[in-house]
C-alpha cells in the first residue's frame, strides 16, 4: 500500500464520519508507515454544481475554454488522476435523504467523465476506465440500514447500492460499504453503532495484503 486517497464529503465539521476516515487514516499508517495520504475534503469546500458552462467543459471537447471551463478541467483531471494514483480509496459518506450528500454527488459529476473515467462500446455497452481496487465507504447515518450488502438491501437504503454502481461504472468494483447505523438514535446505538464500523475498519486494514 503506497498510497490512499480519502474523500470527505460531509459539510459537518465535526461530522462522524471524518471521525471514520481518520480512523482508518490511523489504523492504515500504523500497517504502512510510509503510505501517501491524498485527503480531498470535499465537504469542506464543496465543488460547483454543473450548470451549462460545466457540463460543456466536462462532457465535450471545446476548442475554447472559458477561464471557469478551464478551471473546471483541471480540477477534474486532477481529482482522476488521485483515483489512479491511489491503490485504495477512503470515501467518508454521510447519509443524506437516503442517498449520498450534495457534495459527494457533485464530485461524482465531475469524475465520471466520458473518455477519462468510462467509455462506451457499441457492441459490449459501458466499461470503466479506472483501474480496479478497493473502495471503502464509512458510511454514516441517523437512522439504521443495515450493512448495505448486496444480498440484503434495505429498502430505503438508496445509497449503498448507488455508490457500488457508479463506482463499478467508472472501473471500481471492489466496493466495500462499512455502516455506522443509528448515529442519531440516542447514546447507546451511536455507540454500538460506532464501535461496529471501527472494528470493521480495523479487520479490512488487518486484511490488506501489502
Ligand atoms: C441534510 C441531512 C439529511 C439526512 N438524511 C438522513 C436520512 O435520509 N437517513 C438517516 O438515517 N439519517 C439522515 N441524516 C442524519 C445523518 O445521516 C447522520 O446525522 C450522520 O451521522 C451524518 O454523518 P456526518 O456526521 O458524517 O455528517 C441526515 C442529515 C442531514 C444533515
Known amino acids: 500500500m503506497k498510497t490512499l486517497l480519502v474523500l470527505d464529503s460531509s459539510p459537518r465539521r465535526d461530522a462522524v464520519s471524518r471521525q471514520l476516515t481518520n480512523h482508518f487514516i490511523e489504523k492504515i499508517s500504523a500497517k ?11 465537504g469542506a469546500s464543496p465543488l460547483a ?3 451549462d458552462e460545466l457540463i460543456n467543459a466536462l462532457r465535450k471537447e ?30 467518508g459518506a454521510p447519509m443524506h435523504n437516503f442517498t449520498v450528500s450534495g457534495a459527494l454527488r457533485t464530485w461524482i459529476d465531475h469524475v465520471a467523465r466520458p473518455g477519462k473515467t468510462f467509455g462506451y462500446d457499441p457492441e459490449t455497452g ?37 455508490l457500488r454502481h457508479i463506482f463499478g461504472f467508472i472501473g471500481l468494483k471492489n466496493v466495500r460499504i462499512i ?11 451511536r455507540a454500538e453503532g460506532l464501535a461496529e464500523a471501527n472494528n470493521k475498519i480495523d479487520a479490512a486494514v488487518d486484511a490488506l495484503a501489502a
Open 179 to 189: 455502516a455506522a447505523n443509528g448515529m442519531d438514535m440516542g447514546p447507546e446505538p
Open 32 to 42: 504502512y508507515p510510509d503510505v501517501r495520504i491524498i485527503h480531498r475534503d470535499i
Open 62 to 91: 471545446p476548442e475554447t475554454l472559458t477561464p471557469r471551463q478551464q478551471a473546471a478541467r483541471q480540477a477534474s483531471d486532477q481529482m482522476i488522476e488521485e483515483m489512479n494514483e491511489a491503490d485504495a480509496i477512503v470515501v
Open 126 to 162: 459501458p466499461k470503466g476506465l479506472i483501474e480496479d481496487k478497493p473502495v471503502f465507504v464509512l458510511s454514516t447515518r441517523g437512522g439504521d440500514y443495515g450493512d448495505g450488502a448486496p444480498d440484503n438491501p434495505h429498502p430505503a437504503d438508496f445509497q449503498s447500492g448507488y
Open 49 to 51: 454544481h454543473v450548470d
